[in-house]
Nanobody, 127 residues
Framework: QVQLVESGGGLVQAGGSLRLSCAAS????????MGWFRQTPGKEREFVAA????????YYADSVKGRFSIARDSAKNTVYLQMNSLKPEDTAVYYC????????????????????WGQGTQVTVSS
């Protein structure tokens, strides 16, 4: 199974920006569509963004559309989440995940289709 490690989290003020990275091990990175999820204490892990195997298709949760962008670099086996105009409600632990499922909205937004998960990185946005 693919191994994933997130980094780039931290503390920022509302309106600021952060860039999260997710590094994948092995040589099968291009075989997976990648997603970002986030979770706060006492709440379910929720979908944030996803990108297809070749990076040609993107999907975002309504709550982050227009503020966040997802990208991947096959040469570095890395997927990124650029977060702009951050709000306090964006505060969460952010996780990256990999799936071999077809890139369809009903699949890539669902936690159960992802077969590999990173350990998470904390993002805190102050008022």
């Amino acid at each position: 199974q693919v191994q994933l490690v997130e980094s780039g989290g931290g503390l920022v003020q509302a309106g600021g920006s952060l860039r999260l990275s997710c590094a994948a091990s092995g040589r099968t990175f291009s075989s997976y569509a990648m997603g970002w999820f986030r979770q706060t204490p006492g709440k379910e892990r929720e979908f944030v963004a996803a990108i297809s195997r070749m990076g040609g298709s993107l999907y975002y949760a309504d709550s982050v559309k227009g503020r966040f962008s997802i990208a991947r670099d096959s040469a570095k086996n890395t997927v990124y989440l650029q977060m702009n105009s951050l709000k306090p409600e964006d505060t969460a632990v952010y996780y990256c995940a990999a799936t071999s499922s077809p890139f369809l909205e009903g699949l890539v937004t669902t936690r159960s289709v992802y077969t590999g998960w990173g350990q998470g990185t904390q993002v805190t946005v102050s008022s």
